[in-house]
């Protein structure tokens, strides 16, 4: 599922979407990491909204809660069918479904991307445009959520 953030394509595998809600009011947490928006109920459970922007270290003087807006929730330890965990990942707003073969995935270096490499699974030329597969495991995985803050 492809993304825009600061007029970049961004795409998550689509296995790890589990919806995609429209904008809708969280709950800040005080003291939480900046890249932590809030919080809001899903399903009856917390769920953590990130503001992905600030969690790949992309700058941007623009606000991320604009018309278009949208809330991608991701599974992101979907092996560990007992301990599902959930993420709501703001977005700017969202483009299409791409189907990409892994052959065309090409790796990205530091100096190729605008992110940490290591947060992503490579590039991908779609119609003209690059778009940056963002890797859900590493970016949201769960060490990297906690903190002491909370």
Not at 83 to 106: A, F
Not at 118 to 138: A, P, Q, R
């Amino acid at each position: 599922m492809s993304f825009w953030l600061n007029d970049e394509l961004y795409a998550y595998k689509v296995d790890n979407v589990v919806e995609v809600l429209e904008l809708q009011k969280i709950t800040v947490v005080p003291k939480s990491e900046s890249y932590i928006m809030g919080v809001l109920n899903f399903r009856g459970e917390i769920l953590p909204v990130i503001d992905v922007r600030k969690k790949c270290g992309l700058n941007s003087s623009r606000d991320i809660l604009v018309e278009d807006s949208v809330i991608i929730v991701l599974n992101v330890n979907k092996e560990d069918t007992d301990n599902i965990v959930y993420v709501g990942s703001i977005v700017e707003r969202v483009s299409d479904v791409i189907h990409i073969k892994p052959i065309d995935i090409v790796q990205i270096h530091e100096f190729d991307s605008k992110i940490d490499s290591s947060l992503t699974e490579g590039i991908y030329n779609y119609d003209g445009n690059f778009v940056t597969l963002l890797d859900v495991h590493k970016l949201f995985a769960i060490n990297y959520l906690k903190t002491d803050k909370i």
